[in-house]
């Protein structure tokens, strides 16, 4: 499976070129289209099949995306991106590193709260009401994880 991914997926994304024309941008998209087709016929990560807790989290994560969000002309593409996610951060270290370096950042600079009932109810089915009213760093203060990183020491915006 590592060959496959390197060989049919990595390889090819890294070498999508930025388009000069009508054809280079048809040439992208039917690119993009082989290489999310690739993923889609990856093995699905399960919590069984995975190592890393935070990989079980996102299944868990991708798993309430899978119910809530109903657009069924994006649904799979939204799903492949999320296997592809799952996927690279269970692989290699430094994927999960990248991925962990993220959260940290978002828990210590803040994150502003989405607009209330959005996603729109036409293709998210969160149960009401939802969105609004909180920051995402409010809702995760009494987890462990916000406090270890925000006890690592405080960042100004810009570092």
């Known amino acids: 499976m590592q060959s496959f991914i390197i060989d049919k997926i990595k390889t090819p994304l890294v070498k999508i070129q930025k388009p000069v024309s009508l054809l280079g941008v048809v040439r992208v ?4 289209a082989v290489i999310l087709d690739r993923i889609r016929r ?8 995975t190592i890393y807790e935070n990989t079980k989290t996102l299944i868990d994560i991708r798993d309430m995306f899978s119910v809530y969000y109903t657009n069924p002309s994006r649904k799979m593409v939204m799903l492949a991106l999320w296997k592809w996610v799952i996927i690279m951060y269970d692989w290699g270290h430094e994927y999960s590193s990248l991925g962990d370096w ?5 828990i210590r600079r803040g994150w502003d709260r989405r607009p209330y009932q959005h996603p729109s109810p036409d293709f998210w089915k969160e149960p009401e009401p939802y969105g609004g009213g909180y920051n995402l760093t409010d809702k995760v203060e009494g987890y462990k994880l916000f406090n270890d990183v925000r006890d690592i020491g405080k960042y100004e915006k810009g570092d």
């Open 29 to 32: 998209v039917f690119q993009m």
């Open 102 to 106: 993220v959260i940290e950042q978002i």
């Open 42 to 49: 990856l093995p699905e990560p399960t919590k069984e099949n």
